[in-house]
């Protein structure tokens, strides 16, 4: 078995990814997930990619430097995948000294081997600022259209693509005077001369490796269209410096840099354990007869992986681990249009952490709509459509029918049996149909055959009617429950990769784990280890019409459009208008992540509840009066249906301090506490409310370590809860950090895992 290197496109760094951009990241992920559940030994790398005039020109903008502006994004991204749950060996960055190191050292090897030029060209140069301008700093008149500020690069007026010398009264987007041409050497890279290798490795490594069909037919257009020499050194300073005399004011072009990011991300995973990053990137990237290389990205990207990146590394004349697979998906739209991160169309990592829906079901949607051979459309009526159809109630019917079968009649215990030989060959088929999928990198095609395999154990369960059986035929009921364990405790196995927490969670029904030296895809249809069905509940929560339509409109229009309409929506708020005026929301989702926008805006206290009766005009109703060390207060809590008067009385609970009062059944209400909740299997609500009996009344809750924000203004209740908290395994999370008080995190003891609120 060979080894596995896995690469997912490196996301730019300015900007927050959306849905169609987190596909290549998840993508790889899935693979990755599925080759170390195999067995392989598998890497996984990925990292923003830094370098270049966009960065450099966001970062003047926003008057910061462009190292700050990448660290604040890297953190942003790496915040938005780790709630993906994405597991990397490493995600990583190419503004490292080990990037510059493997950059400078291939381009060397390229100048050695004769597979660098230089040529003279006509540039702008600004003699105010000293420098030569990217096209994006030059300013000027459209020639086409006359717009009067047009860019370099680009009409923003008419949309024209544009050479920056074409400008009519052109100026310096920086000082504002006119730049003269003047002439100025760059480096090239030879493709033509590299294409005789090129192209035998093309036919080679594309039939190999399986490539997808838009993979070759865009590679043979590129070579068919004739391959010209490519600069690869720009007039800027946020980027690799070029070791050769005369270029010591220009940097590598980032498109050069960028794919090399593979390489020196991995040589800084070994760096980040001590070990010697050379021999592990020697072991890699240097290691063909061992290793094979895929990698995950857009339609868009395909000419840098198959033609540009491969020359870059046959140039050399060095033995590369060069691209076996290319698993290249084609575009996802959004509801009627594309998803656009210049436009701020669609639905953003940010916006997918906010919604309140687990990551696994975004997951789920993501994969069961992957647009593999075509485009795909993401509308929200197909994601609940989908959610609420197959992943509930196709897969979540079987596990809870199966389940709760065994829980009610069995004791809990999987009953004894024997297998039936043609239900275990329909099964066995429909796993080995999966894997050779897996194996080709087909994740959506492998996906829907899973649910195509949750389905025709679903037909099994109705066809068995083991409700009637099970008086009369004990024996075939008994045979038939343990069969459809089984699959059950199979479909844990193949949904790891795709839905990993969920997949946990339903191997942890049978008190098991996957992978590390838990279940692994070898366990697929073995017939023997379960004993016990315990703890088990609901995995999936069904998505409400009017939840969804909150959704549809909340993410409708540009994030320009929604910025502008929450600042609208703030203005009829006068008390929440400061703090939304003085930072537009954009800038929030931008720079910020969930938990320290939570700290900012909420302000969470200890109280003890010392004097609580029912409301007289509500059944569930209770009216606590609060002590807040010092201050009293009142407030209206829905909790009569879980808890008697004598068990609150005299509690430590949490509420929110700054929460704008409401008025419940006429009674005012000055805060609201906080309790965790989940539905349990059976369908009933399990409360838990959030104690602290350790600190005392006033004290301050703390998220994480991001310090406690001075008095924040009064927050509404839908600011409040768009920034979801949960219970996860007994302790109480906003966004993956634990909220404290004096230090110690808040928990539960009854319902371990789910919402707060
Ligand atoms: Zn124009
Ligand atoms: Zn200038």
Redesign the pocket.
Known sequence: MKRRLVTSALPYVNNVPHLGNLIQVLSADVFSRFCRLRGYDTLYVCGTDVYGTATETRAAEEGISPRELCDRYHALHTAIYSWFNIAFDKFGRTSTPIQTEVVQDIFKKLDAQGFIVERTIEQLY?E??N?F?ADRYVRGVCPHCGYPDARGDQCENCGKLLDPTELKESR??????Q?KLRSTKHLYIDLPRIKDRLEAWIAEASVKGFWANNAIQMTNAWIRDGLKERAITRDLKWGIPVPKPGYEDKVFYVWFDAPIGYISITGNLAADRGEDWRAFVQEWWKNPDEVELFQFIGKDNIPFHTVIFPSSLLGTGERWTMLHHMSSTEYLNYESGKFSKSKGVGVFGSDAMESGIPADIWRFYIFYNRPEKADALFTWKDFQEKVNGELIGNLGNLVNRTLSFVTRYYDGKVPEGKAKAEFWNTVRAYEETIREKLDRAELRDAFRTVFELSSFANKTFQDGEPWKTRKDQPELAANLIRDLCYVVRDLAILLHPYIPGSAEKLAAFFGLTIGNNGLSWQDLGKLDGLKQVHNTEVLFNKLEDDFIQTLRERYSGSQKERSEREKEQSMNTPESSAIKSAEPAQEQTANESIATKFARLVDLRVAKITHIERHPKADKLYIETLDLGGETRTIVSGLVPYYKEEELLGKHIIVVYNLKPAKLRGVESKGMLLAASATQSDGSEVVEVLDASFAEPGSRIQIGNIPLSEAPAEIDIDTFFSMPILAKDGVILIDQQPLTCNGKPLSTNRVLQGEVG
């Open positions: 600004c105010q600022c420098r301008l310096c987007s920086t000082c504002g005077s730049p």
